[in-house]
Structure formats: structure tokens, C-alpha cells
RNA sequence: GGGCCCGUAGCUCAGAUGGAUAGAGCAUCUGCCUUCUAAGCAGAGGGUCGCACGUUCGAAUCGUGCCGGGCCUACCA
């Protein structure tokens, strides 16, 4: 609605300066006015105009306010201050708009990827792996609900020196052959990616100790990639468990992947040949003949000076490819890989079953043949790598050969969604036990690090908010079954999670705290799922269904037959989900997609016929504050667009919550179920209902459901 | 040395496109449960927006220079 009439406000006044002035601005700013009662859109333009046109911005905006006369859907414009245009609604028609509007998904065209998750397969998950994948999980939730067709990539390094590492643990640390690990990993006492989390880091301390060891370390990571041999094979077992154990992991927070290609299959399928051929070719690559790179292949790396501008001498800043030794480096490896997911590689790979979530998506993997009637990946319009900001100069480099092999719009396409890491405060690190330098004490935080077995593990982070959820739970709700419970408890615990993780910009380092991050009040999710539980009850105490209360005027498109795509089976809570699950996208992408630019959300056809809401006086919107909570639901749609231009979530999430704020304050200063007034009660109704569906839609998007009761 | 990011209330953070009196949460203090659930609401205190110049009718926001902190800058991944 909001996005809707501020586009058309614009259009009017642009059209009003070329006839009144015969000027044209490049950019019509609309802001909101301080208060409601002013109106619901400001317009700065007449301090801007007031130099070109020689006149004081007061009559300028006088001028202006004559000039647009009546605009469909506006009530009236005023001039404000110095020389502001404020431009209030018909709220009664713009609230018709509201209740109509819902998530509508326009016909399609290209297909996105989104990569997230990717975490070397060699320890359990801790946080920071869950702030990559909640952010990534969440993005494609919102690029889905504009109706984008996604597919989600989880990238798995199955071959790279972090699993070397723990394969070498096994072999040399702990003489483990192929039937002990096979015992580990099945072992029901200690989930496996925790038993190497610990090895990991006892290996990294043996390196440590004796500089000798690391060359078992190469060793070890030489006989990885090259397949056949007794490590290849403990490598290829440890790294498909942890996978499977990430994969469950992320599955409890409702996080699901369509593909996982595997490094193994880059080299065995040979991927980087064609790209080097394609790299030498375009001369994108050059052989370095002197300097401390003599010997080998490199780049020109982003940003700096072309050759003519260079100092005397080799390029010392160019970027290493190929190794002196013929080997080829990790940015290398990237960029063929990069030149399938466009489809510029001419390879593929090969594609087979690997997991079978419970709602029966399945997941595919990388393989060096296929099994039949596989589906593809690769050949996309746009990519979304979530990684964090410390990579951005490989994916820099990347970027760079993309666009050096001629490819400019998918080096325009290409898009490295970074976020900051997350740290434990000195504080929580001392909590946990671990020994804290006095140096890191004085820090603000300290960086997360698998190497030093140092940080929190995502399943005991989820696992301490659960019980924390169950126990409030279990005394408020005595007389719900125990599964019922629990099941409302680890929505309770997911919602707290996602949000925490969400409500951050990315830019910001998330100095993690146990107290913050295990609370239920204030900003936090569970209060927003409060606030729907609220709003619920006071339709179940009506004997009324919000929904069809809501659906007798429009119906969401999105919420009849969208299956979330976790159930409460997929998190071993039983049968009988009492979550609200009108607000999960569904999980099957369909075949169409539009351009995310377009708008997410479309009025519904106006011929439905109105019902009980027909009943609804709208007069009653001439309460200010009543009437900023419709404008605010009305203003998703704009959110939406926002977070998926900007690349930030967390509006999404800040969004969520003051709707929620506002609500809460509606419901304490307006006793619904008491009204006597029998117009002013239903109009009370629609509000919430209004209210209720757009923070169950804002949850949805952020992977957060809504318990039926809190 | 070069690149990127951060610096806003005691703490943790919002303040997109420059716009009307700088906002939340936590913490502290004071009220509010016989009401649709207090995981809530209302109120109070708390600010040289790191510093200095500059651009502008207007700067927390843009530019330059400092100060403080973080990350990256490997023939690691």
C-alpha cells in the first residue's frame, strides 16, 4: 500500500514540475513527516527548488499544493514548516488497500543462487556459522516471497586443509583407522562434529608444538586431493558426517539447502583446466617471469593501477593463481566455480541424491557422474554469496577474472553478501572456561576460532535456549501435553535465535552474550510472537477465526495451501503442529520468477466481494494512533524491497518489531473484547487482525513461526 | 605501507536516498495484574552523535585531515 501511493505521489509531482516549471528532478525525496497528524508523506523538494527558481520555499510549496489539486487515494496537501509539503491519505481507502493487500507473485524470469552456510566439514557449527546461515536462510525467504526462483547453495570444502587436519589427527594423533571413526560417528553419547571440534584444535596445538608436523599436514592434504588412498578415504568418511550433521543442525532452525557441490568434484571433474584455458587465452592470467612470483601464474588484482601506470618491475601486489609448483590456489579453484554457477565454464556437474528433509525436499550433491532423472544447478542470472567481510578480497579477486574474461554483466551480477564476524565478549569466553590472556581481556571482543576449539557450538547455544523457553512454558501451560510443550518451546528458542542474529546490521560485530542472546524481552523474537498470541486470543475468546475474519473482504494468495517448509515433525515435536503457518513460504520454488526490483506485493483483485468487513467503519481511523498502526502494516511490501536492494535483513527485523511495539500498546489502551459500541468493537477486530497477519508475514520471512499459545 | 569496516545514552545497537524536537532494547528508579496472558504497558533519569575543518538553506548522515578499535593485504583455505 505505503510503496503504491508514494509512487504515484511521485509521478504526480514530477509531472507538475514539468508543466508548472519545466524542470525535472533526477530524485523525488519522500520522507515521512515527524508525526502522523501531519500526514503520512513529506515533501522537502521546495528548499531545493528555492535557489533555481529565485523564490522562498513557503510559496514554492504553496504553489506547488495548487498546482497537484486532487490525486486518487490522497485527501489533502499541506504546507508544513519552512517549506515542507505534507500529503495525507484517505485513510479509510488506504486501509481498504491494507486488508487487501497481500503477498502476490508476478510472472518470472531468471533464476538467483544463493550460497550460504559453506562451513568446512571438519567440526560442529558455532555461532558464526549461524549468523551465515540465518542471514543467507533469510535472504532467500524474502527473495522467494518477491517470487524470485532460488536455488540454495551450500558450498562444501571437503577437500581443503581443515579436514586435512582432523584426517591427520585421526591417522597420527589418535592412530584411528577407517572401523574406530565409523564407530565415532554412530556413537549415540558424543555427536561426531563435536568429537572433532575438540581433535581439531588438539591438532592445531601438535602443530604447534613441533614445526615437523606440519609437514605431515601437507602430506596428508596432498594425498586428499589426489584420491585413492587410505586418507582420502578417512577424509571422505569424516566429511560426509559432519555434513549431515551440519545439514541437521541447520534443519532444527528450519534451514534448508537444494544443492552442496563439493570441491572434490571441482578437481576430479578437472573444472579449473577449462578456466585456466579460458584465463591464458583472455590474458587474464600471465606467467611471471621475475620477482618474489617468479614462476608462476598471476592476476591483476581489483582496484589496482592498469600495467602502463605501474612502476618499473613485476606487478608485487598481483595475485598468485598457480603456484611455482604447478599447483593450483583456493581463489583459483573459486573462480572456475564461479564460472559454472554463470554457466561460462561449458562443464557441469554430476548430481546425486543425498538427503531427504520430512517435507520431502530433497537435497542434492556434487558427484562425478549422475544418477538419472537429476535436476541442474548452475547457469543462473545473479548470485548471492553470504560470507564474511574478511573474504572480500578473494571474492574481490574473483569478481575481478569474471569480469576480466569479458563477462561484465555477470560480473555485475555477481554479489558478495558480506556480514561481520561474530565474537565472544572477554566476559562470556571467561564464562565458558576458556583461558583468557590478560591482553584479550581488555578487549571489546574476541574473535571465534575452530583452530582453537575456542567459541559456542550452534546446538548448545539452541539446546540452552530451548530449556530456557520449556521451563517458562511448562509453568505457564501445565495443561498442554509435554510435546505440545516442547514443540512451542523450540519455536520459542528459534525465533529468539533467528531474531537475535537478524536484528544486528551487518556491518556490526556481533559481540556475543549469553545474556542477550538467551532473552525472551524486549527486542527479541518471542516478543513479537507474544504480541500475535495476544492478538490471537482475542479472537479465540470471540469465538472468531482471525483469518477468515480478515479473508471474508481478501484473501492472502500465500496462505492457503504454502506448507512450511519445517514442520514441527522436522523437529521431532510430533504430529500436532499448534503453530500459525500461514507465513512460510513455501519451500518449492515455483518454475517463474520475477525481477527482484518489482514489487513483492500486489493489491488483490477488487471485484472480491466485501463480507463482515464491509460492516468495518473506517471513521474510527481518525484516531492518530490507531490509525499509524494500519499505515505501519501497510508498509511491508516497502520493507521488503528495501532489505532485498539493500542486502540487510535486519530491516526486516527492526520492522517486526515496533509493529509489534505498537501493537502492544493497542492492545493495553483498548479493551476489545469489552467494547459495547458494536462498530467501533469490529473496527477494534480488523485492527488486530490487520496487525496479526502482517507480523505472522514479517516472522515468516525472518524463518520465525507463531506459536497458537505462549 | 595499501584496502575495507566501526566509533551515537552506563551497556548493546537503530538512525536507506542529507530534512522538522537524535531513537530502541538492556540496566537503574517509579507506577500498573479481579480485564483479551505482566514474555506486557506507562513514566523518569541518562547525548560535546570520536575530534577538527569544509560543502549545503539544512550534516549523526556527504568530503578532507586527524584520534581510537577491528578485519584483510600468504606460492593458507
Redesign the pocket.
Known sequence: MYLELQQQLIVHVRDLLKRQYDLELP?I???Q???IH?GEY?L?LS??L??KLRKPPRKIAEEIVAGLGQISGFEKFEV??AG?I?AKLNRAQAAKLILQESLGKTAGSEKILVEHTSI?PNKAAHIGHLRNAILGDTFVRLLRASGAHVDVQNYI?NT???VADVVAGFIHLEKKGKAEIERLIHDPARPFDYYCWDLYARVSQWYEENKENTKIRLQVLHEIEQGGNEAAEIGEIVSTAILRRHLETMQRLGIQYDFLPR?SEILHLHFWDLAFEQMKQKGVLYFETEG?????WVMRRA?SKPAEQQPEGPDE?AK?IV???GTV??VGKDIAYHLWKFGLLGRDFGYKHFYRYPDNHQVWISAESSEPEHPRFGGVHAIYNVID??????QNNVIEAIRGLGNEEQAENYHHFSY?MVALTPGCAVELGYDVSEEDRK??YI?VSGRKGFGVKADDLLDALITA?QK??DS?HPELSESERRNIASQ?AIGALRYFML???K?????FDFK?AL?????TG??VQ?AI??AT??FR?AGLDPDQFLSSNAKPSWSSNAKPSWSAAALGCGENSSQVNENLPNGNPEPSAPKVEERAFMPVSQEKKEGALALVDFLFLDDDEIWQLWLTAGQLSSIVQ?SII?L?P?YIA?FA?QLA?QF??F??K?????ETDEARKQFLLATAAVVRRVLIQSLGLMGISSPA??
Open positions: 530524485r525525496v519522500v520522507d513527516p515527524p508525526d501531519l513529506a522537502p528548499f531545493e528555492a535557489k508544513a514548516g515542507y505534507n568446512n570444502d581443503g586443509v581443515q570441491e618474489k612470483n617468479k614462476g608462476c582496484g601486489d598468485v603456484r611455482s609448483n590456489t583456493y567481510s574478511r573474504q572480500s578480497d578473494p561481520e578487549r571489546a574473535e523457553a517458562e512454558v505457564r520459542i536484528k544486528f546490521t556491518t556490526s560485530v556481533i559481540a542477550e532473552s525472551f524481552e524486549g527486542e518471542p516478543y507474544y498470541v495476544r486470543n482475542i475468546k528495501q539493500t540487510e535486519a527492526k518489531f511495539q502492544n500498546n492492545y493495553h483498548h479493551h476489545i473484547l469489552t499459545v505462549m
